[in-house]
């Protein structure tokens, strides 16, 4: 009986230490491959290089003044792309995101057009897209005159954009409220939606939110394929001021430009534009042409300039800086020209009343 026990207990021993065998086996082997995945990871991933992504994205973002919504909308979606380029190195399996096709919704000038060519260069980094160009077509790019001239010319500006973005700009005037189903920009958006599934063509469709929201919600096969919306907010008078601030710092080195070797005055900080801006322009004004407006006010500027200094001024300073005085002028000039406009009422035909108009503003009255 005793060594009937020790047997018992001599194979509990056993199957003990096999226990403790298989389990120091098992770690090992764990550890093996926490080691080769470490490895795989580190060879597959260069940290620098995500992190140059990360800077070089964020600081495309920080040249667009404003636009904070639109920068978090950004933000998130960018997280999710780089977070799939991780998983593919870690050696998980992905599915395939389907083409990113956007709509952009905002005013004029809100910076969409900037904006996709941000998307150009950040989607090339990213590898979604072989190429980091950007073709601006509009509905005159696209429709032709005659049947079957609108669906070649749209064709070809597809292939022209193939590998990198198509930007329509304006797109709901593809799809005018009151056209028939003859019109040809709607022609034009069949034959880009029937391209947008083959995935060699991200599209962006951008235009007024409310004539853009009419044309998504019109057709069901534009909802399907376009997946993402980006919200474009009126610029703040405070982003103006910036945008004001950058353009200048950028134009006076570009030979190209009309400002080129302009600058501005060391008293013109953002805060004191932004109170010229706010003082000066109404927010119709602001609303219709947002970005547009840093563009006029600054030609409008170097007028004023011009208009002030003497002939004879061979000071350098003075002939090349532009002050608050001229910034305030250059608004003054606009809201000027917008008080005209409204005097004219081009709608109403009235030859008569266009006509007295004219003379007044030549100083001249029937008596």
């Known amino acids: 009986m005793a060594l009937l026990g020790n047997n018992n207990m001599s194979q509990e021993t056993m199957r003990a230490k096999l226990e403790a065998l298989e389990k120091d086996i098992m770690k090992a082997k764990v550890e093996q491959l ?16 995500m992190e140059d992504k990360v800077d070089a994205f964020e600081k495309e973002l920080w040249n667009i003044s404003g636009l904070e919504g639109l920068k978090s909308q950004l933000r998130s979606w960018v997280k999710q792309l780089m977070l799939d380029e991780r998983r593919r190195a870690l050696g998980l399996k992905v ?9 952009f919704l905002g005013n004029p000038g809100t910076g969409k057009t900037m904006v996709a060519r941000l998307l150009g260069k950040l989607l090339h980094m990213l590898q979604i897209i072989p190429t980091e160009k950007v073709v601006e077509v509009q509905r005159t790019d696209l429709v032709g005159q005659y ?3 609108t669906g070649l010319q749209t064709r070809v500006k597809i292939k022209e954009a193939e590998g990198g973005i198509l930007f329509v700009d304006e797109a709901y005037r593809l799809m005018p409220a009151n056209s028939s189903n003859n019109d040809f920009g709607l022609e034009a958006l069949e034959e880009i939606m029937s391209f947008m599934d083959t995935g060699k063509v991200v599209v962006i469709f951008a235009g007024y939110s409310e004539q853009m929201e009419r044309v998504i919600f019109a057709n069901p096969g534009f909802r399907r394929r376009v997946t993402k919306f980006f919200y474009f907010d009126d610029l703040t008078c405070t982003d103006l001021a910036n945008i004001l601030w950058l353009k200048m710092s950028n134009l006076r080195n570009d030979q190209n430009s009309p400002l080129y070797g302009f600058k501005l005055h060391e008293s013109c900080i953002v805060p004191r534009i932004a109170v010229i801006i706010r003082q000066g322009s109404s927010e119709k004004l602001r609303s219709d042409m947002n970005g547009g407006l840093v563009d006029v006010m600054l030609m409008n500027a170097r007028e004023s ?3 002030r200094i003497d002939l004879e001024c061979r000071d350098v300073d003075v002939l090349t800086t532009i002050m608050l005085e001229d910034l305030r002028a250059g608004l003054r000039m606009m809201e000027q020209h917008e008080e005209k406009n409204k005097k004219i009422d081009v709608e109403c035909g009235d030859f008569g009343a266009l006509t007295t108009i004219m003379l007044e503003d030549l100083g001249l009255s029937f008596g």
């Open 95 to 103: 599915g395939i995101r389907t083409p990113p096709h956007m709509a």
């Open 34 to 49: 926490q080691k080769e995945l470490l490895n795989r990871v580190n060879n597959s991933i260069n940290p620098v290089t």
């Open 305 to 307: 300039l011009d208009m």
């Open 147 to 149: 049947i079957g001239h």
